[in-house]
């Protein structure tokens, strides 16, 4: 029984997946990192409300976990792939022709894998090694992890060769690259000619329950993602949170049914002690407004901005529950609709507590 354990105990971690602050792979994790510091915030299937840990992002926990399963492994018949818009000394930021997207996905060869998307720039840094940059410190940022299964990798190809992140570094076993041609070209930066404005398509994850919806647009899309992609499939209003420092912000657009509204404010439970303004929050997700009908949230990589409308990018979409009200709790406050809109549509600024 001792030996039979101690197997089971080695087998997962040997597996590719999630990692949770104890290094067990996990369906899903949601964290958020807080301003002005490297404290954040977890949830996961079996602590499915936010909870705080001791933990230091640079030094330990579920990202590290994460990121090292990758790192140390000295198996070559993984395929891995790590991209980051902000990459120190590699590129201008006039190179636009690169997604403005951040993330890490890893499988083994047919066999699950994990796909982790988050919003810091300049991680890592190191192609090989996992350094959580210190310029990070000051705003907040998300992340989230789903553990899929081995089929969803060709359909993401699908979308990196529309999206075209910029790859920091990555292994592909040729076994793989024969089957899913599209990842060979995304991971070395080939465009595919022809290649969709956007891009919709459902992914499988492992065990859980979650319901992924995965939108992608290039940069020729010149449109708001959020606005005249995800929010019209969906069929449901979102509030948005993503970074709001830029002179091309787009502010809430009231003028469809399935509307789209600025974040402005959020606060986490009160044992919790964060709040802060989107001002502060470096972070690109959405929740769908109302109580009523489908409950979506998504996380993914572009802003409300006319700036991020030639830049490839996407949004990977889980209609949870669970993980809904995680985020639909936190809104306290969201901009109003412009003036501009006739009145029969214009709602004031929401103070959501």
Same mark, same amino acid.
């Given at each position: ?55 230091? @992002? ?33 590129? !201008? ?29 300049? @991680?890592?840094? /190191? ?9 990070? /410190? ?7 992890? &789903?553990? @899929? ?16 992140? %910029? *790859? ?39 065990? !859980? ?20 992609? &995800? ?70 990589? *572009? ?35 412009? *003036?501009? *809109?006739?009145?029969?549509? %214009? ?7």
């Amino acid at each position: 029984m001792i030996l039979y354990t101690l197997f089971c105990s080695a087998l997962a971690n040997n597996t590719f997946g999630c990692r949770d602050e104890n290094n067990n792979v996990v369906d899903w994790l949601i964290a958020y990192k807080f301003p002005d510091g490297f404290s954040y915030g977890l949830a996961k299937p079996d602590q499915p409300n936010w909870y705080s840990t001791n933990g230091d @992002l640079r030094y330990d926990g579920f990202l590290k976990y994460t990121f090292d399963q990758v790192f140390n492994d000295t198996n070559k018949d993984f395929v891995f792939g790590m991209y980051n818009d902000e990459v120190p000394d590699k590129v !201008s930021k006039s190179d636009v022709w690169y997604g403005h997207m951040k993330g890490l996905l890893a499988f083994p060869d047919n066999d699950r894998g994990f796909w982790l998307i988050h919003s810091v720039p300049k @991680l890592s840094m /190191k192609p090989n090694q996992f350094v959580y940059p210190e310029t990070s /410190k000051e705003y907040a940022q998300h992340f989230f992890c &789903v553990t @899929l299964n081995y089929s969803s990798l060709e359909t993401i190809a699908d979308h990196l060769v529309i999206s075209r992140p %910029l *790859i920091q570094s990555f292994q592909l076993p040729e076994s793989i690259a024969e089957l899913i041609p599209k990842l060979k070209d995304a991971f070395n930066h080939k465009p595919e000619k022809n290649a969709s404005l956007f891009l919709s398509s459902s992914l499988n994850a492992t065990e !859980s329950d979650l319901v992924l919806r995965l939108f992608t647009k290039s940069r020729k899309f010149h449109q708001d993602l959020y606005s005249d992609l &995800v929010a019209p499939n969906l069929k449901v209003p979102l509030f948005a949170e993503t970074w709001r420092h830029t002179a091309s912000n787009l502010p809430s657009n009231c003028t469809t049914e399935y509307w789209v509204k600025n974040i402005e404010k959020l606060e986490w439970p009160k044992s919790m002690k964060v709040k802060f303004k989107s001002t502060q929050d470096h972070s690109k997700w959405t929740v769908s407004a109302n109580e009523e009908g489908d409950k979506w949230t998504c996380f993914g990589d *572009i802003n409300r901005s006319e700036s991020q409308f030639s830049r490839g990018g996407g949004t990977l979409c889980v209609m949870d529950p669970r993980i809904w009200e995680l985020f639909r709790d936190i809104v306290v406050e969201v901009e109003g609709c412009p *003036i501009s *809109i006739p009145w029969s549509k %214009l709602s004031p600024s929401l103070s959501l507590n």
